[in-house]
């Protein structure tokens, strides 16, 4: 039996590659987490940036605390199973009146995992609307061939390698994931998806978790990590990540070292730049 997501959901995400809003957080939860984030920054006098953006639950107690969210988990259960690794947590912040952007890709291109289920939830702190730069997909484009993309390493670019899908996406056929703050949608591995500038006064704050069922294994790289969110891990492909006990722990933030380096080992493997960005 399902835990969070009707057969309507199930099916329409198998079909579409996406599914959304799911209510996650409430706006008390949504307030107190964004204002943790941004004492951060307020401390270390910039936004959060470069490898701080990735993997970031080793560096935020708070972001594990979400990753291990049960209705995430609940959801994302009903899509990969009872045995769940989150692989990956990235920050996705566009600065208001900011034109950062995200251009079309497909995530299987890069990551080297051998799973065409890997589900990303994303988690809105702020709102994500079509003014702000929210996220748009490609439905069903995570059923077809992956498609050829090149490297553009355009500065306002949030993805590391400005890597781009190199055909045209007929932009009649997408779907704008809108979200609320607190709300979280879902999109497969292989779903073509993008995200334009932010117009409004407000920061577009989001954060991303990419779960694997515990059998997928790295292709791309001798080492790699992942935290266990739930369930058990019988098969042992990536090293397990700590717990942190608490923001910026000095022994999860040694982890997060080894691991963020690892990640742009496999995310840069055939590119003709690396950038400090993960
Ligand atoms: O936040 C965005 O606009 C893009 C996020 C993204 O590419 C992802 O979560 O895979």
Redesign the pocket.
């Known amino acids: 039996m399902a835990k969070l997501l009707d057969r309507g959901a199930i099916d329409q995400y198998r079909e579409e590659g996406y599914y959304f809003p799911i209510d996650v957080l409430d706006a008390d939860e949504v307030a107190a987490n964004r204002a943790r984030l941004e004492a951060f920054e307020a401390q270390q006098g910039q936004p959060v940036h470069g490898p701080q953006r990735s993997k970031s639950h080793l560096i935020f107690k708070w972001v594990d605390d979400l990753m291990r969210h049960p209705r995430i988990l609940d959801a994302v259960e009903d899509l990969v199973g009872p045995d769940i690794l989150c692989w990956n947590t990235?920050f996705?912040i566009?600065e208001a009146e900011s034109a950062s952007f995200?251009s079309w890709?497909q995530?299987v291109r890069y990551w080297g995992l051998d799973t065409s289920e890997l589900v990303?939830a994303?988690v809105a702190l702020s709102p994500a609307t079509e003014e702000s730069?929210?996220?748009r997909v490609l439905p069903g484009s995570h059923r077809e061939e992956v498609l050829p993309h090149r490297d553009e390493y355009h500065d306002d670019n949030?993805?590391t390698r400005g890597q781009e899908i190199a055909v045209e996406v007929d932009e009649s056929k997408t779907v704008s994931m809108a979200l609320a703050p607190g709300q979280a949608s879902l999109?497969n591995v292989g779903l073509a998806?993008?995200?334009g500038p932010n117009r409004t006064d407000d920061r577009r704050i989001?954060i991303?978790m990419?779960y694997i069922s515990t059998r997928t294994r790295q292709t791309a790289g001798e080492w790699d990590s992942a935290a266990l969110v739930r369930g058990e891990d019988r098969y042992g492909h990536f090293q397990l990540a700590p717990v942190p006990s608490r923001d910026l722990d000095p022994d999860a933030l040694a982890f997060h070292e080894r691991a963020s380096g690892a990640l742009r080992d496999i995310l840069f493997r055939d590119a003709e730049r690396v950038r400090p960005v993960v």
Do not use: R, Y
């Open positions: 990235i996705w566009k995200v890709h995530d990303t994303w730069g929210c996220m949030l993805l999109h998806h993008a995200s989001g991303s990419h």
